[in-house]
């Protein structure tokens, strides 16, 4: 079964994610002081963007008080493994043995250890699934 594409983001819902994987969960204030005064937004903007990204499922929000902490719905390393399969054109794409092969070329191209840890990570999955 394949997944939905990720949803568009834009530079803000991206450096807010940024800062929701490096502190863990963050209300809207706490967001704004990481990331939104640096760029001249507003508290408000900050609140509309983690909005945006709960909508789109990207992050979790649990009412504490009077606010919300919001934390990322997935890891960082999950998300650009989708990203990069939404690039090569959706999961079905993966089934095809010359955009596998490019991806081992590629990994094979960048180091002996690298070669070696994708073929412990294919072992891993193999056994998982038995």
């Known amino acids: 079964m394949s997944e939905a594409p990720l949803p568009t983001l834009g530079e803000l819902e991206l450096e ?27 508290v408000n903007t900050v609140g509309s963007a983690l909005e945006r990204l709960y909508r789109k499922g990207l992050v979790h ?4 008080s009077h606010a919300y902490l919001y934390r990322a ?32 070329d590629a990994v094979a191209e960048t180091d002996r250890h690298s070669l070696e840890q994708l073929a412990v990570l294919v072992a891993d999955r193999k056994r998982r699934r038995r």
């Not at 929000?61 to 504490?64: A, F, H, M």
């Open 16 to 42: 807010v994610l940024d800062h929701l994987w490096a502190v863990g969960e963050a209300d809207v204030t706490q967001t704004h002081r990481a990331v939104g005064r640096a760029r001249k937004n507003t």
């Open 61 to 64: 929000r649990e009412k504490v």
């Open 73 to 104: 719905a997935m890891g960082r390393e999950a998300f650009q493994a989708r990203r990069m399969v939404d690039v090569i054109g959706g999961t079905e794409a993966l089934a095809d043995s010359g955009v596998l092969a490019a991806f081992v």
